[in-house]
């Protein structure tokens, strides 16, 4: 049997990977650099391959994944959890097919990570992508105050840089001086940015595409869902979104992403104008989502269709599209609390309100599994260490 290789476990995505595959009898093997990480306490887990930290050097980190690579009778598949192991697939393509079994069409996901080549991607196939101006542009400042205005945001090419340095995904900025001081942190920090106009719209106008793309070109399976809250606010990542049919989605998304040659599974984000209904391509996820669970629970299970399609065991009877409401949300319980409340504290939302479109769903969750509570448990022991630490630092 081919082993199944989720690449980083630290998170609930890695986690969500790890389950969907090994509830197939999938052969999955856990690698990261930390053991003592809550994805890594799962049952569900066969082996685990500690290697270097990519972020500390990347070099060896390949070299110790090939050399599990070459000790193996039949390869591997690789499912990268996070964006910098899709970069990383993508920066040694060439030496690691050697080896191991890549849903991913070579070097196309990175293009896709990057926002400003995204941009020009999208615009080449008529797609809509809200307006936007780079970063280094020498009129920066007149060309924001005619062409967008303000309020507006301060967008990084590289999502994963920005957000480990300024803990957010974007510079909110409501005047000149507070786009000037946004340049000037990222200036400081050799942050390729460009700044765009903001879509009006709450978030629940935040759409995603979810699918995945074969081998032959062609899909085989999608969902589309909405999102109703995210952490932080009004920019941030899914902390509780439904799944909801949208027929309009589909009709962008499906010839855009087979034309461009895309292939495995990932997901986009739009933005609906609140007021013209138009929709705008935010961002691409060239990796499973971070509410894979929601897409298992409705009946997709992405993962284990990528596994099977690249080990020559998908056939059109397997092709699903998820075209109904089925009245499933995915939930990630701790930073939705946080949502809530602070949608409430900013008069946003009412606390009535989040509460009824919680439970008036069946919930997707992020961590929790019945058949699987060791991660749970793990996972709220560490919460609550780092909430007594930090109220043993206040005193």
């Not at 080896?99 to 196309?108: D, E, G, M, T, V």
């Not at 957010?168 to 990222?186: A, M, P, T, Y």
């Not at 895309?262 to 996820?285: P, Q, S, V």
């Not at 971070?290 to 059109?316: H, R």
């Amino acid at each position: 049997m081919n082993k199944a290789i989720v690449l980083g476990c630290n998170y609930y995505i890695g986690l969500s990977i790890i389950r969907c595959l090994a509830k197939e009898g999938v052969h999955v093997v856990a690698l990261d650099y930390d053991f003592n990480t809550y994805g890594a306490k799962s049952k569900y887990i066969n082996e685990f391959l500690k290697v270097t930290n990519l972020n500390e050097n990347a070099q060896i980190m390949i070299e110790e994944l090939i050399a599990y690579g070459k000790q193996q009778t039949q390869k591997p598949v690789l499912f990268p959890s996070h964006d910098k192991y899709v970069e990383l697939i993508d920066q040694y393509y060439d030496e690691l097919s050697e080896y191991f079994l890549i849903s991913q069409a070579r070097k196309l996901n990175s293009r896709l990570l990057d926002k400003w080549s995204l941009h020009d991607i999208a615009l080449e196939n008529n797609v809509k992508v809200p307006y936007t101006i780079h970063g280094l542009d020498d009129n920066l400042i007149q060309k924001v105050e005619k062409e967008i205005g303000f309020p507006c945001i301060i967008k990084p090419l590289d999502t994963v840089v920005f957000t480990k340095i300024f803990r957010n995904k974007v510079f909110i900025c409501e005047d000149v001086q507070q786009l000037q001081d946004g340049i000037s942190k990222v200036k400081a920090h050799n942050i390729d940015v460009f700044v765009q106009e903001i879509v009006p719209g709450f978030d629940d106008c935040m759409l995603t595409y979810d699918f995945h793309i074969g081998r032959s070109g062609k899909t085989t399976h999608y969902m589309t869902a909405q999102k109703q809250r995210q952490w932080p606010i009004n920019f941030g990542a899914s902390v509780f979104t439904m799944q909801k049919y949208n027929e309009k989605l589909v009709a962008i998304s499906k010839n855009f992403l087979e034309n461009i040659g895309y292939r495995g599974f990932g997901e986009i984000e739009f933005k609906k104008h609140e007021k013209t209904g138009e929709i705008y391509l935010i961002e691409i996820n060239a990796r499973t989502t971070n509410f894979n669970n929601l897409i298992y629970k409705v009946g997709i299970n992405m993962p284990y269709i990528a596994y099977l399609d690249l080990t020559n065991q998908l056939s059109e009877k397997d092709y699903k599209f998820i075209d109904y409401d089925t009245n499933y949300a995915f939930i990630y319980g701790y930073e939705d609390f946080l949502a809530i409340l602070k949608y409430w504290k900013t008069k946003q939302v009412s606390l009535l309100k989040s509460l009824k479109i919680t439970f008036s769903k069946k919930w997707a969750p992020a961590i929790f599994a019945i058949d699987d509570l060791k991660p749970w448990f793990y996972f709220n022991m560490q919460l609550f260490s780092k909430l007594i630490n930090k109220i043993l630092r206040k005193k």
